[in-house]
């Protein structure tokens, strides 16, 4: 299993701006393709974004194409995912995993297991 931990969740207004961080603190995230997901209340899991290795793919969900932007800097070691314009149903807890690099650019398959997850809240 990896361990990966997310960060920079919060509360934050309709409209208003987050940035998380996905960071591995006992091996290095260069040689894995990573993705984010979300678990609203009730709801499964769902992915909402991945990249590859080398950063050069890049997959969105529908729901947050255009207000979302995933980077890595593989010199800090983590995966950042910035999102702007957020919405009321944006709400969830947001995990990043290890993603099977073949399924970078269809269905972002996670795998090697979960972080803890950071709770983002949108809501005025």
């Known amino acids: 299993q990896l361990q990966l931990v997310e960060s920079g969740g919060g509360l934050v207004q309709p409209g208003g701006s987050l940035t998380l961080s996905c960071a591995a603190s006992a091996f290095t995230l260069e040689f894995y393709a990573i993705g984010w997901y979300r678990q609203a209340p009730g709801k499964e899991r769902e992915g909402i974004s991945c990249?590859?290795?080398?950063?050069?793919?890049?997959n969105y969900t529908d729901s947050v194409r255009g207000r979302f932007t995933i980077s890595r800097d593989n010199a800090k070691n983590t995966v950042t995912l910035q999102m702007n314009s957020l919405k009321p149903e944006d709400t969830a807890v947001y995990y990043c995993?290890?993603?099977?690099?073949?399924?970078?650019?269809?269905?972002?398959?996670?795998?090697?297991?979960w972080g803890p997850g950071t709770q983002v809240t949108v809501s005025s």
């Open positions: 990249i590859s290795v080398n950063g050069k793919s890049i």
């Open positions: 995993a290890a993603v099977l690099p073949t399924t970078v650019r269809t269905t972002c398959v996670p795998t090697l297991g």
